[in-house]
């Protein structure tokens, strides 16, 4: 028995003095382990007399325990050291100066979220779809008919027919996101659905691929004049001044009336000032969502009405930020980034500004 104790006394000042994990799981091992100081001594029950065994069994056990209580206080002592160790180290000064050599937001990015700000403001929120659409959503429940000349138009990227023959597209603009809100949601429905578009076309002002900001509202009761009111608004929160807008009557398959919405701008120099002077721009479409468009997506157009729009992302950024070329801002030049980039730290809202 007094061989317990010796054995009891020297483990626990081997584990209290351990000061790091694996020493202690050394410790650990040399007792409790397979072939352990503890473990062979128990396996030596068996050739002890039943009187013997009686009394050395339970003091074994006993001890056993003990050490195993004693390796788990320490371990979690350790371990406890170890996280306020690295919690003292790995501290951070909030009050540093913040390095301005970190990258800026690209304009296109900015713009994005300052729409979804302003947009986000009037009870709109974000929706989005793939880039790789299959021909239901990109025309045919836009009311294109099959082999119409208006899917000509949009100078469509068509990928590799699959196994099935199925030929997909690279959507050639965000309407898709209303057809797939339109069959997932229940109205009432207001989103804005911003992303990537492309279509075969580059010069000054058409790069392939460009960006779109697609709204959409269907509610019972909505008329052209919400449509006019979200956009008049729109412009004038976007561009941070009074615009001037006016409506002119065009064609949308996926909308009946449609719409083109021109701001006021003025020539001044080089520069272009949105908002007042004599000459139109158009920036948008728009259109109540054409009958055709809501039954193809299980809406029934005698009870619900709606209004969609869509624009450039990219072309509505150098407006409104002044800058030349389309095509500048997909080369990925960093001194056109460090230029018309915008510091990530500060977040767009409509109570300290937009931009
Ligand atoms: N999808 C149209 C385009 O890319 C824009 C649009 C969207 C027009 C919604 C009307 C309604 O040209």
């Known amino acids: 028995m007094s061989d ?41 029950l068996g050739q002890m007399s039943p009187e013997e065994k009686k009394v050395m069994g339970p003091a074994l056990n006993g001890l056993k325990n003990e050490i195993a209580a004693l390796v788990e206080s320490r371990k979690s002592a350790l371990e406890l050291d170890a996280m306020n ?11 540093l100066p913040v390095d301005t050599s970190m990258g800026t937001l690209h304009p296109v990015q900015q713009v994005m979220e300052e729409m979804a700000v302003i947009f986000s403001d ?36 068509f990928m590799t027919p699959d196994a099935e023959g199925e030929q997909k597209v690279l959507r050639t603009h965000t309407s898709p996101v209303q057809i797939r809100t339109m069959i997932n949601q229940k109205p009432p429905i207001r989103i804005i659905a911003p992303g990537r578009t492309y279509r075969c076309d580059s ?31 729109f412009v004038s929160a976007f561009f941070e001044t009074d615009v001037d807008v006016q409506f002119r009557p065009h064609h949308f398959p996926f909308t009946e009336p449609s719409a083109e919405m021109d701001v006021r701008y003025e020539r001044d120099g080089a520069a272009i000032k949105i908002g007042q002077g004599d000459k139109w721009m158009e920036i948008l479409g728009c259109g109540m969502v054409h009958p055709n468009v809501l039954r193809a997506c299980g809406i029934d157009p005698e009870v619900y009405q709606g209004f969609a729009f869509g624009m450039g992302v990219d072309r509505l950024a150098m407006l409104k930020y002044g800058m030349p070329d389309l095509r500048d801002m997909f080369a990925a030049d960093t001194r056109w980034l460090g230029h018309y980039g915008f510091s990530p730290l500060l977040q767009a809202s409509l109570a300290t500004g937009l931009s």
Request: glycine fraction near 10%; avoid cysteine; hydrophobic fraction near 40%.
């Open 85 to 95: 160790a690295a919690l003292a180290s790995e501290t951070m000064d909030m009050s």
């Open 203 to 233: 010069d000054q002002t058409h790069t392939p691929m460009f960006h779109q900001v697609e709204g959409l509202v269907i509610e019972e009761g909505t008329h052209m004049g919400h449509l006019k009111g979200v956009l008049m608004d």
């Open 122 to 157: 009037m009870g709109f929120s974000v929706a989005e779809g793939p880039d790789i659409e299959d021909d239901f959503h990109n025309f045919t429940a836009l009311n294109f008919p099959p082999g119409h000349p208006a899917r000509d138009m949009h100078d469509t990227f």
């Open 4 to 44: 317990i104790a010796a054995i009891k006394e020297k483990y626990s000042g081997e584990i209290a003095a351990a000061d790091n994990l694996a020493g202690l799981d050394e410790i650990r091992v040399a007792a409790l382990g397979k072939k352990g100081e503890v473990s062979m001594m128990m396996r030596g």
